[in-house]
């Protein structure tokens, strides 16, 4: 196995109390796997400091073999991290495309560029446009974003990552507010995005389907700990993560 | 510089520091509980300094009558401004940038206003029965008013703590200052407490506007001298910090005494220069919690 | 969508030049041609402004600053040196434009919001003070008369020429930087500076480029004005200044790229009807920001083109 992500004992606390407490995996490169946990568990303060959006208090976070615990926001997203958010987070008053598009050009570096149109840059733009293609969103290119749907606007998210070529994209979950129907279309996409861009796939859910449908390996976090790690299976088994976390109705 | 010129130059400093902290106490307190920038909160305080002189120069009341109808005059002005205008665009998209403007639009409206009541000229107050003279302490002669006023301030400071610490409002102040919306929930009305709250800021600015009337004449235009000095002074302590005012205004007090005795023609830049080193060294403010986000 | 923008973009043009082209022509008086000039340079100082506050959304209150410097530049090495170094001038306003900007940037842009606003008029109100007071080099409240453009530049109509060549490619330049890469950045940052920050981008790094090109801007609008007044004040640096370019900029639409220009024409014509006839000016334009901002937030080019689409979507419901 080749770690792509590797967490050592990572802490955080706010004010005295544990959002984080010693956590440490692995995640294998070109893997797809999730975090699931109670609400407060603290699952997105986990993708903020591996994001650089917070400092841990102590413990390492690796990437591809290179020390990040440190570094800002900017210097991991530029070593290849990718990242879509819970609250979906996008440019809503930006055109669908030039909301990919930016990204695009900033994986370019060409966003201090100043005297050339952004429809110029052919090679922003195309790349745009594949990725609202594997979206589904191409025909909605020329809206304004805010004026997608909720689920739409997700996928946007998304894609704004995908922009950046991530070799890893850690999603915050993905179908919140989504119909059943939207769920099972996102869980699909998902998965067929994981495949198409190569990527390592790291996402947060509350959807149990989508959780033991795609993900090959499931990590529990429970009051900032830890609890369990292991396949689909192996999770569903767990006497400690049933009573913790998944109750009766899921077996 | 021998003791008794420091020592006078210094109490001077202490009186403007007062009344600095009295104007940037109030900014400081809507900008804190409500997220509301006033920027318009130096006209209040050149109401309250107009009213003074209109208590007292047309109406004959007495001085400290007058202070107390110009603090309320321009608390009830604020009321009406807050539950008027400003009230219209809470929660609205890019709610700073407009508040800054709808404030700047108060700070013309009123400067021509106060023109059109008042004139152009400036007006200038005696001071109050009893606090004309000086007072001879251990071979200091200190002007009697200058120590009023830094004991009225001694007493606000002491006042204003016990509230925010020990009643009810205090605390619900405190907790406004996190959150509007949690406050909602808490079954506390919210645009009631924050057209509260503006009064009081105001009515504390138009206190101050009155107090020192009798130290500083005053003219159209008074606002924008002041609200830059509380800026300084907020900028100094770090923004919606009750204590950090009240540093600030000293520091800033001080520093300009002592320029206005040592370099009087250049002594204004003084401010500015505090406010750059501040800038420098502690961009947050010296009293600002720090931002737990890291960015 | 994209053809619009074109029609529009054209139209502009079309008119900018028709309009301002022939007012050398049937001006009837030196005056209309100065209240010409002077929509020329105040439209192409908001619309600089504009793409601080309406694109990157940081409200600075202290543009004044670089257009007084601008015009300081070129008054006080006129009057030193002479006609001749009245163009040189210019060009050493807007470089210390970029290297104060840049200096005063680095302080200014580690606080935002509110605080850069406030700060940006703080250091506005000390370079009034400063030129205020040093009265045996700036000339103080007095400031400075009889500063004149050399040779024909000395010709009003063609130091018009000259100012609305300067404007045209400025505003060109402009409208090339908001759609190009920087320009979608900088939008984005006002929309949502922490996801810029996820695309691997500083913000404040990018909110000091802009920072320091529309403070250029401003400095060349202070150098072309000394030699459309013929002289300069103290108030160029007042923050009453910053203010009014504000409200041109509010009053024609920060969100539109041409509106702060329509709001200079708007405002400087307001202040030649009314202006002359009272002397309560700051009350109106008091009154005019209050409302723009309660009722009309988006401009009025804002407002009549979210009307225009109301009308078009209304008609095609119907048909």
């Given amino acids: 196995m080749q770690p792509i992500l590797e967490l050592d004992a990572v802490t955080k606390s706010f004010g005295g109390l544990r959002v984080t407490s010693g956590v440490s995996f692995s995640i294998e490169k070109g893997s797809i796997s999730a975090i699931i946990g109670p609400n407060g568990a603290g699952k997105t303060t986990l993708f903020n400091q591996i994001t650089g959006y917070l400092n841990p208090d102590h413990g390492r976070i690796v990437f591809e073999g290179e020390d990040i615990t440190r570094l800002s926001t900017r210097e991991i997203v530029a070593r290849g991290m990718g990242r879509a958010f819970q609250v979906t987070s996008f440019f809503p008053e930006e055109t669908v495309l030039d909301n990919i598009r930016v990204a695009c050009l900033s994986r370019l570096n060409m966003t201090r560029k100043t005297m050339k149109s952004v429809s110029e840059f052919t090679d922003a733009t195309d790349k745009a446009f594949s990725i609202l293609e594997s979206l589904g969103l191409d025909k909605q290119a020329d809206r304004q974003a805010f004026e997608l749907a909720h689920g739409d606007q997700k996928l946007l998210d998304i894609g704004i990552a995908l922009g950046l070529e991530p070799k890893m994209l850690l999603l915050d979950e993905p179908t919140s507010g989504m119909s059943p129907e939207e769920r099972l279309l996102t869980r699909n996409l998902i998965q067929k995005l994981w495949k198409e861009f190569n990527l390592t796939l790291l996402f947060i859910e509350h959807d149990m389907d989508t959780v033991f449908g795609i993900a090959q390996t499931v990590r529990v976090l429970q009051m900032g700990r830890l609890l369990a790690e292991g396949s689909p299976e192996e999770i569903r088994r767990n006497p400690e993560v049933i009573t913790a976390y998944l109750g009766e109705e899921v077996l | ?295 | 969508m994209k053809h619009r923008h074109r029609i529009k973009e054209v139209g502009f043009w079309a008119l900018f030049f028709l309009v301002f082209g022939l007012i050398p022509v049937f001006a009837k008086s030196e005056y209309h041609l100065v209240l010409a000039n002077h929509i020329l340079i105040w439209g192409m100082f908001a619309m600089a402004f504009n793409m601080l506050f309406g694109v990157t959304g940081m409200l600075s209150f202290g543009q004044a600053l670089y257009y007084g410097l601008g015009a300081y530049w070129v008054g006080l090495m006129v009057k030193t040196f002479g006609e001749a170094w009245f163009l040189p001038a210019i060009g050493f306003g807007v470089l210390s434009a970029v290297l104060l900007s840049m200096l005063i940037g680095l302080l200014v842009i580690r606080v935002s919001g509110v605080y850069f606003t406030v700060l940006t008029l703080a250091f506005g109100q000390l370079a009034w003070q400063i030129t205020f007071k040093w009265y045996h080099f700036t000339g103080g409240d007095d400031g400075i008369q009889g500063i004149m453009a050399p040779g024909i530049l000395g010709n009003h109509i063609v130091y018009y020429c000259f100012t609305l060549l300067l404007v045209a490619v400025s505003i060109w330049i402009l409208r090339r930087l908001v759609n190009s890469p920087l320009g979608l950045t900088l939008r984005c940052i006002r929309q949502n500076p922490d996801r810029v920050r996820f695309l691997g981008r500083r913000v404040r790094r990018n909110q000091l480029r802009i920072y320091v090109i529309s403070s250029s801007f401003a400095a060349l609008a202070g150098g072309l004005m000394s030699g459309v007044n013929n002289s300069i004040h103290p108030d160029m640096f007042y923050w009453t200044t910053s203010g009014e370019v504000i409200l041109m900029g509010v009053i024609g639409g920060i969100g539109q790229f041409f509106g702060p220009f329509i709001g200079a024409a708007v405002i400087i014509i307001i202040q030649d009807v009314v202006g002359a006839r009272t002397e309560y000016w700051s009350l109106i334009i008091g009154l005019v920001m209050m409302t723009m901002v309660l009722l009309l937030p988006r401009g009025l080019v804002g407002e009549i083109q979210a009307f225009m689409a109301r009308f078009k979507s209304g008609a095609g419901n119907r048909g």
Avoid: C
Wanted: glycine content about 12%.
């Fill in chain 2, 1 to 295: 510089m021998d003791l008794s010129f420091f020592i006078m130059q210094f109490l001077s400093g202490l009186t403007m520091a007062t009344l600095l902290f009295l104007v940037a106490s109030g900014l400081t307190l809507i900008f804190g509980v409500g997220k509301v920038f006033n920027f318009a909160h130096g006209s209040f305080y050149m109401i309250g300094a107009y009213l003074a002189y209109q208590a007292v120069s047309v109406w004959h009341a007495n001085f400290w009558i007058s202070v107390l109808i110009a603090a309320l005059g321009a608390g009830v002005f604020g009321m009406f401004a807050e539950a008027t205008f400003l009230r219209r665009i809470y929660g609205r998209a890019e709610e700073g940038g407009f508040q800054i403007l709808l404030t700047y639009s108060f700070i013309l409206v009123i400067d021509d206003l106060v023109k059109l009541i008042w004139g152009t000229e400036y007006k200038s107050l005696p001071r109050p029965l009893g606090f004309g003279g000086a007072v001879n302490i251990g071979g200091l002669t200190i002007p009697a008013y200058n120590l009023a006023i830094i004991a009225i301030g001694l007493v606000i400071v002491i006042l204003a703590w016990l509230i925010l610490s020990r009643t009810r409002s205090g605390r619900v102040a405190r907790a406004a200052a996190l959150d509007r919306e949690m406050l909602g929930s808490l079954g506390i009305n919210v645009p009631l407490t924050m057209t509260l709250v503006f009064g009081i800021a105001t009515a504390m600015g138009g206190f101050a506007g009155a107090l020192a009337a009798p130290l500083r004449s005053v003219s159209p235009g008074a606002g924008i001298e002041v609200i830059i000095d509380s800026l300084i002074v907020v900028v100094i302590g770090g923004m919606g910090n009750f204590w950090g005012a009240w540093l600030g205004a000293l520091i800033l007090g001080e520093v300009n005494a002592f320029a206005v005795s040592t370099v009087p023609d250049w002594a204004s830049l003084f401010n500015y220069l505090v406010m750059v080193l501040t800038l420098i060294f502690k961009p947050e403010g010296l009293f600002a919690s720090r931002e737990i986000r890291k960015v």
